[in-house]
């Protein structure tokens, strides 16, 4: 089965310009999460979709990013307008339904901020 | 809010020496997923655990989940140049909708 699809793989953008990220789940995954991970960090939680409702956006700095996922299947996650702490690298998970089936990633997107 | 940690933050080890590594939780979890991150690469799940004290294998790679269900453990044997990577703990807490990940162990291993 093909993976998780997501483009960019790096952008380079300086501040407070705008970026987007575009991820494609694997096919029949209901659950699209978008993660920030920071180098050395974990990954962090931005957004979570069920088909094209919103499950959790709770983490997600509303002010500067936003996401979607219009039809159920892909996504784009937008930063407007970006910032130097931006830096990081997204990614896209999805999953059948629950987390109990665990998480396929895609290979990420790697900003840098300057 | 929730917290999930992971020691140590870093392990060099020869190859073949065995490896280990913690993962703690602040709250109780329903369940705990492993996955293994290679440099440069995205996170891979490796594992699910689900029941108080369930110890899972595979190959040279250990799993448990404590009787409590706030900690768990992932341990290696005889490792290889291949097992080398970040590894995170994933925990899934009771009624939560997603999984907070742990700050990462991340393991060298010298040929």
């Known amino acids: 089965e093909a993976g998780v699809a997501q483009s960019p793989r790096y952008k380079i953008i300086e501040k407070r310009q705008s970026v987007a990220f575009w991820c494609n789940p694997i096919?029949?995954?209901?659950?699209l999460y978008w993660y920030q991970q920071i180098l050395g960090q974990g990954p962090k939680l931005l957004i979570q979709f069920q088909n094209n409702g919103v499950v959790d956006d709770s983490q997600l700095p509303k002010d500067r990013f936003s996401a979607e996922r219009l039809k159920g299947v892909d996504s784009t996650l937008k930063i407007q307008p970006a910032k130097l702490e931006d830096s990081a690298v997204y990614l896209c998970?999805?999953?059948?339904?629950?987390?109990?089936?665990?998480?396929?990633f895609g290979s990420g997107t790697r900003l840098t901020v300057v | 809010g929730q917290q999930v940690m992971q020691i140590p933050q870093y392990q060099h080890v020869q190859e073949g020496e065995d490896f280990t590594t913690y993962c703690n939780s602040s709250?109780?979890?329903?369940?705990i997923q492993w996955y293994k991150q290679r440099p440069g690469g995205h996170p891979v799940f490796l594992i699910q655990l689900v029941k108080s004290g369930e110890v899972k294998k595979q190959k040279r790679l250990t799993f448990q989940f404590g009787e409590a269900k706030k900690n768990s453990s992932l341990h290696i044997t005889a490792t290889q140049t291949t097992d080398v990577g970040t590894y995170f703990c994933a925990g899934l807490k009771t009624g939560a909708n997603n999984l907070f990940f742990g700050t990462g162990t991340r393991l060298t291993v010298i040929p």
């Open positions: 096919s029949g995954h209901a659950t």
């Open positions: 998970a999805s999953s059948l339904g629950s987390p109990l089936y665990g998480y396929t």
């Open positions: 709250t109780t979890l329903s369940n």
